[in-house]
């Protein structure tokens, strides 16, 4: 089968790879109609995130059908139409008996090398590196998906893949950011970044029950994304200083939480701060530019939480502790527990709440998928989201920009 | 092993813990030398030869740069890689030091320029020479640092959440031990306690020995050992606790292998490739796998699920060629 491959530092490739098998009784393979590119795979590619190996296959956001299950899924059957949440998880550990998904201690077969960086292993991932498991990811034809009697959800009527896929990873990663802010009325809620996370963080914060939530980031095309689709206002960081923007428009209080959609590879406007972060970074002196994160920690109101879904891996540098502890933040953080999430999620999809395909800008084969990674990665052509679409090389052999949902 | 075990005022039976390793601060000392020295070796290996009054020619240049890189690497297995333990980096650096000497001694001898510079830069080796043998020698003398010849000993905790009953019936079934223990091959219940075991050796070969149940406390715990006279002496006691609130059962497990003749330590230094108190924990974390979801879990990268021996060979994440092992 074809399959998009991690090769090196800022290289991927679309090789011929073996088909998956079924490795354990409690395996399905899925016949991939949708794949998409996560902003983290970018740190994939970026060569930020340690253990990769080269021929890995990435994507972690994928749905199909089923072509064949293990002897013991019982519930899936060949031609069941799922969605694949992307962290791996047993469903019979404490961990995920406690809801906790995300940090299955049953799925990463590699769990020594997490716990060597973390100290302790959190679940599997498709497709992100060995040191979260080694599993083979969805940018691919095919996937093998362990434990398929716990994490994939049926699709059983006729929503389109687009507006379920992102079930997998970003709306509810989005959504599990928002809940963590434990939104009361009246709240306002601040977001950094307005890639497909962030705009899913903003929707989510607004179901929750925000009374504003005002979206930063530099892009134009992002920032009107979060404005006219998901009802943001917003701050163009470049343009205006956040937090005298901030103060200024909650009467001096700061948001009663912080979104940081961000994380490991931020941005600074100022030269020179991002240049110090970035050197840091580079010659592996800290693993984090984390400029988002520090804004968020400093802008928000005394005794609010912040709450990170930006993925981070390491260790960062000049972390605001004194700013946390003086003026009793909460800090709330964790991958998505996506299994959580896939049963309520999909009930306001389907009853019309959101359509998630609104976060799509890009659509194609999946031979195009190492232009899909740059063109994400440099966020030329108004690039929110790709779609890898392993079946429609015809359909999809040319790019279609487009300000919305099919 | 009984011995070793004494019920709680609570009525629980837990391993008494060892002494943890030493705080040596010497040898990190060591490792900050070594890298004070690699790296004007390898920034400017003419300077440094000038420095210590060797001849700066191409040929001095070269040994300075591997002397150099020597260094680093020396640095690094101290200060990083042999954490807690360098007892084996600390040797090397015994090593290295030999080398230097007859570098120095063979540049002594060519009649040099420098010859007081070149005789200083020699005491100064020889005084550090004296401080890595005797931070080796302090090493590998503390029991717990000591790793071969002589008692290897691992050991490892992992909590299932499964009844204690459950995973006591689990481990006294000594038959389901190679399911997870990586290097058993299998385990023959004979009746009266005694098992026959079977592990793997290196170059296909099969080391078997008998075992003999020594000590047993229903759903509590259990000390096995290998007979009198078996190639591989061993033995081995688990305790099974159950955990507060409700979070299942811990398992204890130490593992102590004997070996005058140190087949088992070459079986398991080959196996592993690296210390086996990883490989114990790798053990416990698949008996966990098998007793929480009925089976190993392999990813394309680690097919045959955690093993220690994997995690330096890991296959890139991409289906397997052929059927799965």
Known sequence: MKANCWTGRNTVEVQNVPDPKILNARDAIVRITSSAICGSDLHLYDGYVPTMKRGDILGHEFMGEVVETGPEVGDLAVGDRVVVPFPIACGACAACENGLFSVCENSNPNAAMAEKLWGHSPSGIFGYSHMLGGYAGGQAEYARVPFADVGPIKIEDDLPDESVLFLSDIFPTGYMGAEMCDIKPGDVIAVWGAGPVGLFAVASAYMLGAERVIAIDRFDYRLKKAREQAGAETIDYEKVNVLEALAEMTGGRGPDACIDAVGMEAHHHVGPIHAYDRAKQATRMETERPHALREALIACKNGGTVSIIGVYGGLMDKFPIGSVMNRSLTIRTGQCHVQRYLKPLLKRIRKGEIDPSFVISHRMSLDDAPRGYDMFKHKRDDCTKVVLKPFSSAAYGTPRPSGGGA | ?325
Not at chain 2, 44 to 55: D, H, K, Q, T, Y
Not at chain 2, 90 to 118: F, I, Q, T, Y
Not at chain 2, 138 to 149: D, I, T
Not at chain 2, 286 to 298: D, F, H, N, S, Y
């Open chain 2, 1 to 325: 092993m009984s011995t070793q075990t004494a019920p709680t005022a609570n009525g629980r039976y837990v391993p008494n813990l060892t002494q943890p390793p030493p705080n040596d601060p010497l040898p990190r000392a060591l490792g900050w030398a070594s890298l004070g020295l690699g790296i004007p070796q390898v920034a400017s290996p003419g300077g440094f030869a000038r420095a210590i009054g060797v001849r700066d020619d191409p040929e001095a240049r070269g040994w300075t740069l591997l002397v150099g890189a020597r260094e680093l690497m020396g640095a690094a297995g101290i200060l990083e890689l042999g954490q807690p333990r360098p007892t084996g980096w600390l040797w090397a650096r015994v090593a290295g030091d030999a080398m230097d000497l007859g570098l120095l001694l063979a540049a002594l001898r060519s009649k040099p320029r420098h010859r007081n510079r070149l005789l200083g830069a020699t005491g100064a080796v020889l005084a550090i020479t004296a401080a890595d043998v005797a931070a080796a020698m302090r090493m590998s003398s503390h029991p717990e640092l000591h790793a071969e010849p002589g008692p290897l000993r691992a050991r490892a905790a992992i909590t299932v959440r499964r009844p204690k009953e459950e995973v006591y019936r689990f481990w006294r079934d000594f038959e389901n031990l190679p399911s997870f223990m990586e290097h058993l091959d299998s385990v023959e219940d004979r009746g009266g306690g005694v098992s026959r075991w079977a592990a793997r050796a290196p170059g296909g070969r099969t080391v078997e020995w008998d075992a003999e149940l020594v000590d047993e406390h229903p759903y509590d715990h259990l000390s096995w050992r290998s007979r009198e006279g078996s190639s591989v002496e061993n033995s081995g006691s688990v305790w099974f606790v159950t955990a507060p609130g409700g979070r299942g059962t811990e398992i204890h497990l130490d593992l102590q292998y004997d070996l005058p003749g140190g087949a088992l330590g070459v079986l398991i230094a080959g196996l592993a490739g690296e210390e086996p108190r990883q490989q114990v924990r790798e053990d416990l974390r698949r008996a966990k796998q098998i007793l929480e979801t009925g089976m190993v879990v392999r990813s394309e990268g680690s097919p045959d699920g955690p093993m220690a021996r994997r995690r330096v060979r890991q296959r890139p994440a991409q289906p397997l060629v052929g059927s799965a092992s």
